[in-house]
């Protein structure tokens, strides 16, 4: 098992900022690529010495619609044949514990919508899904934030990506973990200290691998691009001026941030 986080200096105690192995409380430090043969500098660092970053930094976020069944049957459509699925800019990215903003010039509602990350590792070109395993780098926690009144608000064309794309409407993490079985696990969501969303990820209509190869088949996937797999029932809305919203997938951790109105 292997969590990697990146970081930066929370006070003068960390001259830099930075990429590493977390065990336990303490952050082994790595130099190099992440994704291509990590070297260990030989310096520790404790975990609350350190301000945790988005542990990757995508060129791409893909995030996906309806892919899971029992919010299909909810929601009376029918189950897509294959991945359907937008972008997110790279700006929607936000850290663990980050501070999210609604923007002053939109004043509808904004959901939670938990989600597991795939977090691609290697070069990712028209492969099979069997191939699809080896692309995978690891897992992370994903909260794709998305500006719900936007969507429909012109009849004649869903506004998927200006919903969804406001800077920091993507927080995850609070890090990548490499060995997790995703089919044995599941997603719960607490708003303000209160269960919103607890799905079983085994109930995805297309599961990572097979999503991974579905769409290395439409754009080549950059090791740190990643994959919002979609979410399931219980998406609702952060009403409060503040809202505490917490994403927890057991084998990964809690991804924590604070939505402002």
Same mark, same amino acid.
């Given at each position: 098992? /292997?969590?990697?986080?990146?970081?930066?200096?929370? $006070?003068?105690?960390?001259?830099? /900022?930075?990429?590493?192995?977390? +065990? =336990?409380?303490?952050?082994?430090?790595?130099?190099?690529?992440?994704?291509?043969?990590? @070297?260990?500098? =030989?310096?520790?660092?404790?975990?609350?010495?350190?301000?945790?970053?988005?542990?990757?930094?995508?060129?791409?976020?893909?995030?996906?619609? *309806?892919?899971?069944?029992?919010?299909?049957?909810?929601? *009376?459509?029918?189950?897509?044949?294959?991945?359907?699925?937008?972008?997110? /800019?790279?700006?929607? @990215?936000? /850290?663990? =514990?980050?501070? @999210?903003?609604?923007?002053?010039?939109?004043?509808?509602?904004?959901?939670?919508?938990? +989600?597991?990350?795939?977090?691609?590792?290697?070069?990712? !070109?028209?492969?099979?899904?069997?191939?699809?395993?080896?692309?995978?780098?690891?897992? %992370?926690?994903?909260?794709?934030?998305?500006?719900?009144?936007? #969507?429909?608000? &012109?009849? %004649?064309?869903?506004?998927?990506?200006?919903?969804?794309?406001?800077?920091?409407?993507?927080?995850?993490?609070?890090?990548?973990?490499?060995?997790?079985?995703?089919?044995? %696990?599941?997603?719960?969501?607490? #708003?303000?200290?209160?269960?919103?969303?607890?799905?079983?990820?085994? &109930?995805?209509?297309?599961?990572?691998?097979?999503?991974?190869?579905?769409?290395?088949? $439409?754009?080549?996937?950059?090791?740190? $691009? #990643?994959?919002?797999?979609?979410?399931?029932?219980?998406?609702?809305?952060?009403? +409060?001026? !503040?809202?505490?919203?917490? @994403?927890?997938?057991? =084998?990964?951790?809690?991804?924590? *941030?604070?939505?402002?109105?």
């Amino acid at each position: 098992m /292997a969590r990697w986080v990146r970081f930066s200096a929370k $006070d003068a105690t960390v001259s830099a /900022a930075g990429f590493g192995r977390l +065990e =336990g409380e303490t952050i082994t430090v790595y130099e190099g690529d992440l994704f291509a043969g990590p @070297v260990a500098t =030989g310096e520790t660092l404790a975990l609350a010495d350190v301000s945790l970053e988005a542990p990757c930094q995508p060129s791409k976020i893909i995030a996906l619609w *309806n892919n899971f069944h029992a919010l299909a049957a909810k929601l *009376n459509v029918a189950e897509p044949a294959e991945p359907l699925y937008l972008l997110k /800019a790279p700006s929607t @990215v936000a /850290a663990p =514990g980050a501070t @999210v903003h609604r923007p002053p010039a939109y004043g509808g509602k904004t959901v939670y919508e938990g +989600e597991l990350g795939i977090v691609i590792g290697r070069t990712a !070109s028209n492969i099979t899904e069997d191939e699809a395993a080896a692309h995978i780098f690891g897992y %992370t926690i994903v909260n794709d934030i998305t500006a719900a009144d936007i #969507l429909q608000k &012109d009849p %004649t064309f869903p506004q998927w990506a200006r919903a969804k794309g406001f800077d920091a409407y993507g927080p995850f993490g609070p890090w990548i973990e490499t060995d997790l079985d995703p089919t044995a %696990t599941s997603v719960r969501t607490v #708003l303000n200290g209160a269960e919103r969303q607890n799905y079983p990820l085994s &109930d995805m209509i297309f599961p990572p691998a097979r999503l991974v190869a579905m769409i290395s088949r $439409d754009m080549t996937l950059l090791p740190g $691009d #990643l994959i919002a797999c979609g979410t399931s029932l219980g998406v609702g809305t952060m009403k +409060e001026p !503040s809202n505490d919203i917490e @994403v927890s997938i057991e =084998g990964i951790g809690t991804l924590k *941030n604070v939505f402002v109105q």
